[in-house]
């Protein structure tokens, strides 16, 4: 069985290479750069860059700022939106200079803060200010930290790191709610759907629903003789799908089967807040 620390650092090693590379984009961006809108529904460069900053000192047990949001933010619907926009809303008129040092100083802390935790069922603060186990929470950041990476890169027009360890982090994830999306989707019981991606980061797998429960599913790699869908698509487009950053009629994929259903598996098919 593996040492606790060998299961975290790889975590903390993806989590650090994103927030470093994230640093590294944003350091040379002049001020209307930090203005361009992301796929990240609402959100410009400087809103995700607020995100982090904010997620980072909330782990880290900083008091919430005390602010009121405004009404109108469409992209606000729910809780955790309406959380995660608090920290967001009030930097939105900082300068660079501000955003690039406090984003420093964050993730300075965060790492120093990391460094002696080792044991990956050890609960801690988490998201949203609930307790979480360490394990779980580092393979959440190391997810969100390179979506927000890409979505950085996509709107700066800067592209690259699709296949950095995080990369791969957020892959498992993504791949481990397939088998939620496809009973979502309503598929019927027995039924096979294959994803397959191509690309920077290469996969096949099958979601096979139960025989007698269609709410329960589970994802393995081998190829059914007959699936009753096959998606086809690169790395690139699955993990905008995944992330709620194209809407799937817009996404280039390659249907195969049962066109009613793989429509309804696209739909379903975000699996972030």
Not at 162 to 167: G, I
Not at 231 to 251: F, Q, S
Not at 264 to 273: Q, Y
Request: some cysteine; proline content about 8%; overall charge negative.
């Amino acid at each position: 069985m593996p040492h606790a620390s060998h299961i975290l650092q790889p975590l903390v090693d993806a989590w650090t290479q994103s927030t470093e590379a994230i640093q590294e984009l944003v350091a040379p961006l002049a001020e209307p750069d930090w203005n361009r809108a992301t796929e990240c529904p609402g959100w410009s460069v400087r809103d995700v860059v607020s995100h982090l900053i904010g997620t980072e000192l909330g782990l880290l047990g900083d008091p919430r700022p005390i602010h009121t949001l405004p009404r109108d933010l469409r992209h606000v619907v729910d809780e955790p939106t309406r959380y995660n926009e608090v920290p967001v809303d009030v930097r939105r008129c900082h300068t660079a200079p501000e955003m690039t040092s406090e984003l420093e100083l964050a993730l300075i802390r965060r790492r120093r803060s990391l460094r002696d935790l080792t044991d990956p069922d050890q609960e801690v603060l988490g998201l949203m200010g609930r307790q979480m186990r360490l394990g779980s929470l580092l393979r959440l950041r190391a997810f969100d930290v390179w979506a927000h990476e890409q979505d950085i890169r996509r709107a700066i027009g800067v592209p690259g790191n699709l296949d950095t360890p995080a990369a791969y982090v957020a892959r498992d994830s993504m791949v481990a709610a397939l088998p939620e999306v496809v009973t979502r989707a309503g598929a019927a019981p027995h039924t096979a759907v294959s994803v397959d991606v191509h690309g920077p980061i290469e996969f096949m797998r099958t979601v096979e629903v139960d025989p007698v429960d269609p709410a329960r599913a589970a994802v393995g790699e081998h190829a059914p003789f007959s699936p009753r869908v096959t998606l086809t698509t690169d790395w690139e487009t699955y993990a905008r799908l995944a992330c709620g950053r194209i809407r799937p009629e817009r996404a280039d994929v390659k249907i195969e089967g049962d066109t009613a259903l793989a429509t309804k598996i696209l739909a379903e098919f975000s699996i972030t807040p």
